[in-house]
T-cell receptor, first 112, second 116 residues
Framework: GENVEQHPSTLSVQEGDSAVIKCTYS??????FPWYKQELGKRPQLIIDIRSNVGEKKDQRIAVTLNKTAKHFSLHITETQPEDSAVYFC???????????FGQGTTLQVKP | NAGVMQNPRHLVRRRGQEARLRCSPMKGHSHVYWYRQLPEEGLKFMVY????????ESGMPKERFSAEFPKEGPSILRIQQVVRGDSAAYFC??????????????FGPGTRLTVL
């Protein structure tokens, strides 16, 4: 069935360092991959997304890479700041369905 | 431009009661999705609706749960005879009608259901 695996489950970095979160997906028909940031008690907020016809996308300190052959995609955050501390979720959407399949989440802690 | 609205934000029910969760999509959005998030877990897809149609309910339990998105008014997720295991945050998301932007889902603030 459809599945998204996300690693690591927790990540602690020093302020200014980079953070990388990796996801793999099982459905080769998936064509859309968003990343959401969720602060405690808040809604998931879209921070960046990538479609299957693109290998990389960047928005200021955030970038996402996609390897369709290996069926994995990664989130890169550079120059991390304490306000980046949150839970990050990756997701994959199949080509024939509207639903998003989410990874298990990564709790990122940025230490000042 | 108001975002996705959900109410109530918090709902407390006793076992056996009914819970009704409401979701108003963003203006111009006609696609609604419901997800459930158990404490300290990820989001699990429940159901995908368009106006007056259920498109995909593969993630919704077969019993006690139902959803609708009428021609007028908000989408409703209904849970009958709630049990303690139903305690969770229920998030609604909406996406635009346009095929070009149809992928992006924007989430509401969620309804936190507690079953006593």
């Amino acid at each position: 069935g459809e599945n998204v695996e996300q690693h690591p489950s927790t990540l602690s970095v020093q302020e200014g360092d980079s953070a990388v979160i990796k996801c793999t997906y099982s459905d080769s028909a998936s064509n859309y991959f968003p990343w959401y940031k969720q602060e405690l008690g808040k809604r998931p907020q879209l921070i960046i997304d990538i479609r299957s016809n693109v290998g990389e996308k960047k928005d200021q300190r955030i970038a996402v890479t996609l390897n369709k052959t290996a069926k994995h995609f990664s989130l890169h955050i550079t120059e991390t700041q304490p306000e980046d501390s949150a839970v990050y979720f990756c997701a994959a959407r199949g080509s024939n369905t509207g639903k998003l399949i989410f990874g298990q989440g990564t709790t990122l802690q940025v230490k000042p | 431009n108001a975002g996705v609205m959900q109410n109530p934000r918090h709902l407390v029910r006793r076992r056996g009661q009914e819970a009704r969760l409401r979701c108003s999509p963003m203006k111009g959005h006609s696609h609604v999705y419901w997800y459930r998030q158990l404490p300290e877990e990820g989001l699990k897809f429940m159901v995908y609706l368009q106006k007056e149609n259920i498109i995909d309910e593969s993630g919704m339990p077969k019993e006690r749960f139902s959803a609708e998105f009428p021609k007028e008014g908000p989408s409703i997720l209904r849970i009958q005879q709630v049990v303690r295991g139903d305690s969770a945050a229920y998030f609604c998301a909406s996406s635009p009608s346009s095929a070009r932007y149809g992928d992006t889902q924007y989430f509401g603030p969620g309804t936190r259901l507690t079953v006593l």
